[in-house]
Nanobody, 114 residues
C-alpha cells in the first residue's frame, strides 16, 4: 500500500493557474506509473494526464497544451501545472500511482469560476 496525498487545489477565475502536487510515501515511487484523473460533479472520472516511470507522457485531448505533468523522483512527488483554466476544468483532481497495484489519493478540489 502506497499513500498518495494531493495538494494545491483551490478557487481561481477563468484564465487563472494552479499547481497541483501529489506526494508519495512509497520507496518505489521512481518505478511507478503516475497520473491525474478528475471528476466533475455528476460526471464520471476521466483521465487528465499520465507519466510513466521512464518519463513518457500522455495528455487528454481537452488539455490542449494548457497543462504540464512532471515528476521529481528524488522528492517522490508528481506535479500538474494548470494554466488557462476554464470553468469546465472544475472538479476533484485525483492522483494515482501504479506498480503491481494502483493506489489513489483522496483528491483535491479545483474550482474555476468568475
Amino acid at each position: 500500500q502506497v499513500d498518495l496525498v494531493e495538494s494545491g487545489g483551490g478557487s481561481v477565475q477563468p484564465g487563472g493557474s494552479l499547481n497541483l502536487s501529489c506526494e508519495s510515501d512509497g520507496v518505489i515511487f521512481s518505478l511507478m506509473h503516475m497520473g491525474w484523473h478528475r471528476q466533475a460533479p455528476g460526471q464520471q472520472r476521466e483521465m487528465v494526464a499520465s507519466i510513466t516511470a521512464g518519463g513518457s507522457i500522455i495528455y487528454a485531448d481537452f488539455v490542449k497544451d494548457r497543462f504540464t505533468i512532471s515528476r521529481d523522483n528524488a522528492k517522490r512527488t508528481m506535479y500538474l501545472r494548470m494554466t488557462s483554466l476554464e470553468p469546465e476544468d472544475t472538479g476533484v483532481y485525483y492522483c494515482y500511482g501504479k506498480y503491481l497495484q494502483t493506489n489513489w489519493g483522496s483528491g483535491t478540489q479545483v474550482t474555476v469560476s468568475s
